[in-house]
């Protein structure tokens, strides 16, 4: 997975202060693209928010998400995280007319005990009340996952644990 420099966030520990790209006129820190990065406790996030996503510019909130839905037989990685953007004047935006695309970066210390091939990133669904799977590419020699999708919500990456041994019984 390539990595991408344009970042507009240094590493900010998102989790107990959720990082958020204000839009402002002039040439501050306004996205109608460009990517915006930060941490969610232990994992890494890049969204990239291609140009004609936004129609106007908006500011970008990541921030961890306490008390998720359950997961069933999933165990989270990390843990649940929740993106929102708002126009200049406030407005909420939920839905894009580009794919965003992100890439989330974990360490093997994070899934440990996890089947790290079979990680999903997961949105949760308010109307159907489940979690729905993204399309998810794990490299897991780069310890990255990425997915795309065209609106914002509550984010989970779920996986299965890894098969233990095989207990043999005589």
Do not use: C
Not at 12 to 30: D, F, I, T, Y
Not at 48 to 64: L, R, Y
Not at 104 to 126: K, P
Request: glycine share 12%; aromatic share 6%; proline share 5%.
């Amino acid at each position: 997975v390539a990595r991408d420099d344009k970042r507009l966030v240094g590493d900010k520990a998102l989790s107990q202060e959720p990082h958020v790209s204000h839009p402002r006129a002039g040439n501050g820190n306004r996205m109608h693209s460009g990517a915006q990065s930060g941490q969610v406790g232990n994992l890494g996030l890049t969204l990239d928010v291609p140009a004609g996503a936004a129609n106007e510019p908006i500011g970008v909130t990541i921030q961890g998400a306490n008390g998720i839905p359950a997961t069933g037989d999933f165990s989270v990685l990390g843990q649940g995280f929740s993106i929102t953007a708002q126009t200049l004047g406030g407005a909420a935006v939920t839905q894009f007319a580009q794919m965003l695309k992100l890439v989330i970066r974990y360490t093997d210390a994070d899934v440990a005990g996890l089947d790290e091939s079979a990680l999903q990133l997961y949105y949760w669904d308010t109307a159907q009340t489940r979690w729905i799977a993204i399309p998810t590419t794990v490299d897991a020699a780069a310890n990255t996952l990425t997915a795309q999708f065209d609106h914002l919500t509550t984010f989970a990456v779920l996986g299965p644990q890894a098969d233990g041994p095989d207990l043999y019984l005589p």
